[in-house]
């Protein structure tokens, strides 16, 4: 095992000598609290462009929808190499570890079985990662839109068009949060001479949180109509919004207490050991 572990730290040292200098803008731009282990990123890159993975799997198709709900689709393709290259690159840390613990360890059933959860675990929690920050990412638009619709319909009720209440609402608020992101691109798209329809479709279509698509398809009917009834029906699907928000802080609250149960029992398990314990050694005493 000591020949393992010393052959895989030549491999790995010799893939980031070859690799840093080439990903290191790829590297640079990449935020050390989202990546902390990016520094050894470059090595990963390397072997995906050195055995030119074509990104065209039915896996690769579902980890794109995702990072291009997250970074857009300028970027998607860029982070997407970014994910996979992080998930080789700790895969290669991995190898290191196991092949370090091997050096001091009976090769046996159970190490050959930790081998493999080690390795399961970096490619089953990376994905889950990418997965667990799209969650956060609608759940953080559907806690916001609320805010966000009662601020239109009170600008649009004062006179203002549609697209003007959204782009006031949009950069009011210095907020640099997923929702009024995603908003400032759709007032920029109109600017840029995109039309109303296209803008707040694509919106609709970044965010993937049903209240949004509900509210674009409402705006959109009322825009095609004229703005006579879209007061109301905005004051509706606000109530609508706080509604929801309501719900998902409450389910926010449920799965807290759920999470909270397992530490909870080990410390009543603990608890009982303490006070238990003495008692127990007293009547083996006895």
């Not at 638009?141 to 609402?169: C, H, M, R, Y």
């Not at 949180?209 to 959109?220: D, E, G, K, N, Y």
Request: with cysteine; proline share 3%.
């Amino acid at each position: 095992m000591a020949v393992f572990f010393t052959i895989s730290v030549i491999i790995f040292a010799m893939l980031h000598f070859l690799s840093k200098d080439r990903y290191a803008d790829t590297v640079s731009m990449l935020d050390k609290k989202e990546y902390p282990m990016k520094e050894f990123l470059p090595a990963g890159l390397f072997i995906l462009d050195t055995f030119k993975h074509s990104y065209n799997t039915g896996y690769d198709r579902r980890l794109a929808l995702a990072v291009t709900e997250l970074y857009g689709h300028r970027k998607a393709l860029l982070m997407l190499r970014v994910h996979w290259g992080n998930k080789i690159s700790l895969a290669l840390l991995a190898l290191l570890f196991i092949g370090f613990v091997g050096m001091f360890t009976e090769i046996d059933g159970g190490y050959l079985f930790f081998c493999v959860l080690i390795l399961a675990a970096v490619i089953v929690l990376s994905d889950r990662e990418l997965n667990e920050k799209v969650k956060k990412r609608r759940q953080s638009i559907q806690l916001e839109f609320p805010d966000f619709v009662n601020k239109l319909t009170l600008l649009v009720n004062a006179g203002l068009t549609v697209s003007k209440a959204w782009e006031k609402a949009a950069f009011d608020a210095e907020r640099q949060t997923p929702l009024y992101k995603e908003l400032r691109i759709a007032v920029q798209a109109v600017r840029a001479g995109a039309s109303e329809y296209k803008a707040y479709e694509e919106f609709a279509k970044r965010c993937h949180v049903p209240a949004v698509t509900r509210f674009v398809t409402v705006v959109l009917q009322n825009i095609r109509k004229g703005n006579s009834e879209l007061v109301p029906v905005l004051r509706l699907l606000a109530d609508e919004c706080w509604e929801m928000r309501k719900n998902t802080a409450k389910k926010f609250g449920e799965e807290a207490s759920t999470k909270l149960l397992l530490p909870m029992m080990l410390m009543f398990i603990a608890i009982l050991l303490i006070v238990g314990m003495p008692a127990v050694l007293a009547l083996r005493n006895i």
